[in-house]
């Protein structure tokens, strides 16, 4: 592997895991009850592929507005029988298979799957493109969790960020997604190395972070 080896990658997951104690300003999310689920699955045909944890995950999302996370379910389950997400693939990388670098490394040491990425070793900067890898990429992570686990860890490297890295558009795909059909699905974001150039970017693009996902952001150098 490229960046960063991956003997580190775990030691950087434990690190952040265990260097974030909660605090007077930290906020907290909701807990979701079993009763919470049941009400939420009482609401869905018996047809609906959702199993217990996406409707935690989407009822946490909405801080128990179960209202509001039957919608949103409902949504993402059209999504999903129109897309097919869990068989979709990156034709970018079938085609020239350099043309992105996020991949499925491993896991931390609390069983989460573990993405990394590398910008340095990005050669195809399409909109389009990247968000079908990403898509793939989230999917290959669901179907790696194991039981009881349902979030993941993203390494992000940023050796190699430039002025061509800096179109929001980009980051906003990833947090569009997350919103929409992966909500919760993200326990950690470690930014490694990101240049001084990476503040206009992180700029444009703070505003639209959900302030829980800004938690899980950890800048390491």
Partial sequence: MHGIPSSQIADLTLLCHYSSPITATTLLRYSVTATDVQTVRQQLNAADKCDDQMIRQFVQATGGDLTTAIKRIQATLTWRAQVHPETMTCTACQQLPKSHYMHLV??????????????????????????????????????????????????????????????????????DLSAAHYPERLGLFIVVDAPWIFNTLWRAISPLVDPFTKQKIKFLS
């Fill in 106 to 175: 491993g896991y931390d040491l609390i069983d989460r799957p573990v993405m990394y990425s590398c910008l340095e070793m990005v050669t195809n900067r399409s909109i389009e493109d990247n968000r079908r890898h990403m898509i793939s990429c989230f999917e290959q992570c669901v179907q790696a969790m194991p039981p009881g686990v349902g979030q993941w860890v993203w390494v992000s490297d940023f050796k190699g960020f430039g002025l061509s890295d800096c179109d929001p558009r980009l980051a906003k795909v990833f947090l």
